[in-house]
């Protein structure tokens, strides 16, 4: 909801210089909190973590107009990737308790489908909102949503059995539980992938701006409306053929939408190249997570979860980094940036050519 806006608010507070670390600061949060979040959604339970989540977007989205400085508004943006480092781990692994191992596919795709729904109403709601009324307004609706969350969560039953009280012991990780090494490769993989995800956070917004679109949120909204339905074809394709192939097509058409990014000179061009990058994202989501539960010990789901979701923040955010220094605030720059992106995106498709399709994912 507030992302696209969030260039423009920090440019108002003197702060343009500082975009790449929109992203990039949250994603580093979210990344360290990883190894905490799995440990914890496999000690405490899926339950506790996911409200954890939630309830740090609550209490930042009501502190941005109250640090209202550059300063303040960039150690908001570290803090609120904590939202992102619990929920999303807590969240994969209750899915993955709750279904057969022969439908994981389609289970992930399901999840993701939800997700996108608020992905794809986020951004072009919050557009219209700051449209009307002041930025503080859409910070207090990002966190209405965010209190929506919690009262849906105090309503499920746990699924973890053997849970544990949370003590203070738990917080101290030895060095295998940073990250699960059973599912390095699909995380390499991702972490390729979604480094145009960066690049299209931190970059979309001023390219959308350049060609004269006035809501920046459009491209987003484009984008994961238009990755909705693929990801139930996507996570069922993964549980028939395996996860492999699909990643490969997936893979294939994140390339070509950054190179139609990089060409775009027009609106419908731009919006065109939204609809393609979108369908790269919605097949590679569920069959990432689909792959990484295969692999995974039962007893250690959260972990390995939280292994690819720290890939998945550092290709993001590494990506919204490089993006912001290659792009230096010149409009001149905007095909290099994409056509790099393009390039990260084609190591992650040679992996997938020397991979096995993993078409019969095993038992536990």
Request: glycine fraction near 10%.
């Amino acid at each position: 909801m507030i992302i696209p806006e969030l260039p423009n608010y920090l440019t108002s507070l003197g702060g343009e210089d500082y975009k790449g670390l929109i992203i990039s600061l949250f994603t580093l949060s979210a990344g360290l909190s990883r190894p905490f979040s799995g440990k914890l959604a496999d000690r405490i339970g899926r339950i506790p973590v996911m409200i954890f989540g939630a309830g740090v977007c609550f209490v930042i989205s009501l502190l941005y107009p109250i640090l209202s400085f550059v300063g303040g508004f960039l150690f908001l943006r570290f803090a609120h990737g904590f939202s992102a480092g619990f929920t999303p781990t807590g969240t994969s692994a209750y899915v993955a308790d709750i279904v057969p191992f022969q439908k994981r596919g389609e289970a992930m795709g399901i999840q993701s489908l939800f997700g996108s729904l608020g992905m794809a109403a986020g951004p072009a709601i919050g557009g219209w909102i700051a449209s009307i009324w002041p930025i503080e307004i859409l910070f207090y609706a990002s966190s209405l949503t965010a209190i929506l969350s919690i009262i849906i969560l105090f309503k499920l039953k746990e699924t973890l059995e053997k849970k544990e009280p949370l003590r203070l012991g738990l917080f101290k990780l030895n060095r295998h539980e940073l990250i699960e090494k059973r599912v390095l490769i699909p995380s390499l993989v991702l972490f390729f992938s979604v480094f145009s995800f960066g690049v299209v956070l931190t970059i979309i917004p001023d390219f959308s701006a350049h060609l004269g679109i006035q809501n920046k949120g459009l491209f987003f909204a484009v984008f994961t409306l238009s990755s909705l339905g693929i990801r139930l074809i996507a996570g069922r394709a993964s549980d028939r053929y395996g996860r492999v192939p699909v990643l490969r097509v997936a893979t294939v058409f994140m390339i070509g939408s950054m190179v139609l990014v990089a060409l775009s000179e027009t609106k419908m061009a731009l919006l065109g190249a939204g609809v393609l990058f979108g369908c790269a994202v919605g097949m590679n989501s569920p069959t990432t997570a689909a792959w990484v539960i295969d692999l995974a010990l039962d007893a250690f789901r959260g972990r390995a979860l939280a292994t690819m979701y720290i890939f998945l923040e550092a290709g993001i955010g590494i990506g919204a980094i490089v993006s912001g220094f290659l792009y230096a605030n010149k409009v001149e720059n905007f095909p290099l940036v994409f056509l790099f992106s393009a390039g990260m995106a084609g190591i992650s498709l040679i992996f997938l050519f020397f991979i096995r399709s993993g078409k019969y994912p095993p038992r536990h």
